[in-house]
């Protein structure tokens, strides 16, 4: 099975889960994972378990840091500024207001 926190390109087959969240890059679950690690999948009541010891969360948790990148400016970092987690809708301005101007003639 494919599980990731990414999205799909359309060219995927076979049991795949995506848009898992929260995402590896704020420390979610899925980012914890290691190679070796049972992941145990109930499709039907649509679930993913890692079996693992409360204590081997705890200590992935804390051992946990976030990835740095080779980028501070361009597209990649100016979405990465702006655009909110999957789990929120991954939505620009995460939780504000909704727009009351339109600038198109619909």
Do not use: M, N
Not at 2 to 15: E, W
Not at 35 to 55: F, K, M, V, Y
């Amino acid at each position: 099975a494919l599980i990731t926190d990414g999205r799909f390109s359309g060219a995927t087959r076979g049991f795949c889960i995506g848009h898992v969240a929260p995402e590896a890059a704020i420390g979610g679950p899925i980012g914890l994972l290691r190679d070796g690690d049972i992941i145990e999948i109930d499709a039907e009541a649509g679930t993913l378990e890692a079996r693992l010891s409360d204590e081997d969360w705890e200590a992935r948790r804390r051992d946990w840091r976030p990835r740095e990148t080779d980028y501070r400016s361009g597209a990649i970092w100016k979405y990465a500024q702006i655009v909110g987690s999957a789990r929120d809708g991954a939505v620009t301005h995460p939780g504000g207001a909704a727009e009351t101007v339109t600038y198109a003639d619909v």
